[in-house]
Protein backbone atom coordinates (compact mmCIF):
# COMPACT_ATOMS: atom_id res chain seq x y z
CA UNK A 1 0.00 0.00 0.00
CA UNK A 2 1.21 3.63 -0.95
CA UNK A 3 -0.29 5.76 1.43
CA UNK A 4 -3.95 4.77 1.10
CA UNK A 5 -3.93 3.66 -2.43
CA UNK A 6 -3.23 -0.43 -2.33
CA UNK A 7 -1.00 -1.26 -5.02
CA UNK A 8 -0.50 -4.45 -6.43
CA UNK A 9 2.72 -5.37 -6.42
CA UNK A 10 4.11 -8.88 -7.21
CA UNK A 11 4.54 -9.86 -3.84
CA UNK A 12 0.48 -8.90 -3.48
CA UNK A 13 0.31 -10.68 -6.73
CA UNK A 14 2.41 -13.97 -5.57
CA UNK A 15 0.09 -14.06 -1.71
CA UNK A 16 -2.92 -13.57 -4.13
CA UNK A 17 -1.96 -16.68 -6.11
CA UNK A 18 -1.60 -18.77 -3.05
CA UNK A 19 -4.66 -17.79 -1.74
CA UNK A 20 -6.78 -19.65 -5.07
CA UNK A 21 -6.88 -16.68 -7.01
CA UNK A 22 -6.06 -17.37 -10.92
CA UNK A 23 -2.40 -16.83 -11.25
CA UNK A 24 -2.74 -15.14 -14.19
CA UNK A 25 -5.70 -12.61 -12.92
CA UNK A 26 -3.09 -12.06 -10.05
CA UNK A 27 0.06 -11.18 -12.50
CA UNK A 28 -2.72 -9.12 -14.73
CA UNK A 29 -3.27 -6.53 -12.02
CA UNK A 30 0.64 -6.73 -11.05
CA UNK A 31 1.73 -5.93 -15.20
CA UNK A 32 -0.98 -2.95 -15.49
CA UNK A 33 0.85 -1.60 -12.62
CA UNK A 34 3.98 -2.25 -14.23
CA UNK A 35 3.01 -0.84 -17.32
CA UNK A 36 0.55 1.95 -16.37
CA UNK A 37 -0.71 3.11 -12.95
CA UNK A 38 2.71 3.06 -11.33
CA UNK A 39 5.26 2.68 -14.10
CA UNK A 40 7.44 5.32 -12.31
CA UNK A 41 7.84 3.41 -9.49
CA UNK A 42 8.76 0.05 -11.03
CA UNK A 43 11.18 -0.37 -8.29
CA UNK A 44 9.14 -0.15 -5.73
CA UNK A 45 6.48 -3.01 -7.37
CA UNK A 46 9.57 -5.88 -7.71
CA UNK A 47 11.33 -4.63 -4.26
CA UNK A 48 9.56 -6.94 -1.57
CA UNK A 49 10.39 -10.44 -1.88
CA UNK A 50 7.76 -13.23 -2.06
CA UNK A 51 6.36 -14.45 0.94
CA UNK A 52 6.84 -17.82 2.13
CA UNK A 53 3.98 -20.13 0.65
CA UNK A 54 2.78 -23.67 1.29
CA UNK A 55 4.76 -26.68 -0.06
CA UNK A 56 3.87 -28.06 -3.23
CA UNK A 57 4.98 -28.52 -6.82
CA UNK A 58 1.89 -26.11 -7.78
CA UNK A 59 3.26 -22.94 -5.29
CA UNK A 60 6.70 -23.49 -6.18
CA UNK A 61 6.42 -23.23 -10.12
CA UNK A 62 4.49 -19.84 -9.57
CA UNK A 63 7.08 -18.57 -6.93
CA UNK A 64 10.04 -19.35 -9.72
CA UNK A 65 7.39 -17.90 -12.42
CA UNK A 66 7.35 -14.91 -10.35
CA UNK A 67 10.86 -14.61 -9.83
CA UNK A 68 11.42 -14.82 -13.12
CA UNK A 69 9.27 -12.19 -14.51
CA UNK A 70 10.68 -9.79 -11.97
CA UNK A 71 13.94 -10.41 -14.01
CA UNK A 72 12.55 -10.82 -17.24
CA UNK A 73 10.74 -6.75 -16.78
CA UNK A 74 13.42 -5.39 -15.11
CA UNK A 75 16.04 -6.48 -17.60
CA UNK A 76 13.78 -5.52 -20.46
CA UNK A 77 12.49 -1.94 -18.96
CA UNK A 78 16.12 -1.43 -17.13
CA UNK A 79 15.27 -1.42 -13.65
CA UNK A 80 17.77 -2.70 -11.19
CA UNK A 81 16.61 -5.68 -10.37
CA UNK A 82 16.39 -6.71 -6.53
CA UNK A 83 18.45 -9.57 -5.43
CA UNK A 84 15.85 -11.90 -3.92
CA UNK A 85 15.04 -13.27 -7.06
CA UNK A 86 18.37 -14.74 -7.36
CA UNK A 87 17.58 -16.89 -4.26
CA UNK A 88 18.58 -20.71 -5.50
CA UNK A 89 14.46 -21.51 -4.09
CA UNK A 90 13.31 -20.22 -7.15
CA UNK A 91 14.51 -22.91 -9.59
CA UNK A 92 12.69 -25.56 -9.85
CA UNK A 93 14.33 -29.36 -9.63
CA UNK A 94 12.24 -30.79 -12.50
CA UNK A 95 11.49 -28.83 -15.96
CA UNK A 96 7.92 -27.26 -16.32
CA UNK A 97 6.49 -26.99 -19.47
CA UNK A 98 3.84 -24.67 -19.25
CA UNK A 99 2.10 -26.45 -22.38
CA UNK A 100 2.24 -30.27 -21.45
CA UNK A 101 2.03 -31.26 -24.97
CA UNK A 102 5.33 -33.55 -26.28
CA UNK A 103 5.28 -31.63 -29.53
CA UNK A 104 5.40 -28.38 -28.47
CA UNK A 105 8.50 -28.59 -26.10
CA UNK A 106 10.65 -27.98 -28.89
CA UNK A 107 9.17 -24.67 -29.57
CA UNK A 108 8.90 -23.94 -25.63
CA UNK A 109 12.47 -24.63 -25.03
CA UNK A 110 13.74 -22.31 -28.26
CA UNK A 111 11.40 -19.05 -27.52
CA UNK A 112 11.97 -19.18 -24.03
CA UNK A 113 13.03 -16.02 -22.36
CA UNK A 114 16.54 -16.84 -20.36
CA UNK A 115 15.35 -15.98 -17.12
CA UNK A 116 12.78 -18.34 -17.09
CA UNK A 117 14.90 -21.33 -18.62
CA UNK A 118 17.18 -20.52 -15.79
CA UNK A 119 14.92 -21.55 -13.33
CA UNK A 120 13.39 -24.38 -15.60
CA UNK A 121 10.55 -23.28 -16.68
CA UNK A 122 9.31 -23.37 -20.38
CA UNK A 123 6.50 -21.04 -20.98
CA UNK A 124 7.44 -19.85 -24.73
CA UNK A 125 7.68 -16.17 -25.82
CA UNK A 126 7.63 -13.13 -23.25
CA UNK A 127 5.85 -11.30 -25.92
CA UNK A 128 2.10 -12.95 -25.51
CA UNK A 129 2.81 -13.34 -21.66
CA UNK A 130 3.94 -9.59 -21.05
CA UNK A 131 1.77 -8.28 -24.37
CA UNK A 132 1.57 -4.04 -23.04
CA UNK A 133 -1.54 -2.61 -24.52
CA UNK A 134 -0.22 0.62 -23.58
CA UNK A 135 2.76 0.48 -25.61
CA UNK A 136 1.23 -0.92 -28.59
CA UNK A 137 -1.62 1.70 -28.57
CA UNK A 138 1.73 4.22 -28.13
CA UNK A 139 3.08 2.37 -31.18
CA UNK A 140 -0.07 2.68 -33.34
CA UNK A 141 -0.53 6.34 -32.69
CA UNK A 142 3.06 6.81 -34.07
CA UNK A 143 2.27 4.37 -37.33
CA UNK A 144 -0.96 6.59 -38.05
CA UNK A 145 1.20 9.80 -37.80
CA UNK A 146 3.88 8.11 -40.02
CA UNK A 147 1.37 6.94 -42.46
CA UNK A 148 -0.90 10.68 -42.38
CA UNK A 149 3.59 12.39 -43.51
CA UNK A 150 3.51 9.73 -46.44
CA UNK A 151 2.93 10.82 -50.02
CA UNK A 152 0.13 9.05 -52.51
CA UNK A 153 2.98 7.01 -54.09
CA UNK A 154 4.68 6.11 -50.72
CA UNK A 155 0.89 4.91 -49.29
CA UNK A 156 0.81 2.43 -52.39
CA UNK A 157 4.12 1.23 -51.56
CA UNK A 158 2.94 0.60 -47.79
CA UNK A 159 -0.42 -1.14 -48.79
CA UNK A 160 1.18 -3.20 -51.45
CA UNK A 161 4.21 -4.01 -49.18
CA UNK A 162 2.80 -3.99 -45.06
CA UNK A 163 6.29 -1.59 -44.86
CA UNK A 164 7.21 2.30 -44.34
CA UNK A 165 8.95 3.25 -47.23
CA UNK A 166 12.11 4.46 -46.15
CA UNK A 167 12.40 7.89 -46.62
CA UNK A 168 15.96 9.81 -47.67
Given at each position: ???????D??S???R?I???Q??????GD?L???FAY?K?????????P????P???????????C?????????K?NV?C???????K??LP??????????????L?ST?????K?R??????SE?????????V??CR??????K???????R?Y??TG??????
Amino acid sequence: MWGDQPVDTISVAFRRICEGQQPWVALGDFLNYWFAYAKDRRSDLVAEPLSAFPEGEYYLRWAAFCAASVEHLCHKYNVSCPAWVDDPKYVLPEPWYYHSQEDQREWLVSTTPEEFKKRNIYSGSSESMFANKWELVEQCREKIEQFKRLSKKERRVYWKTGKMPARN
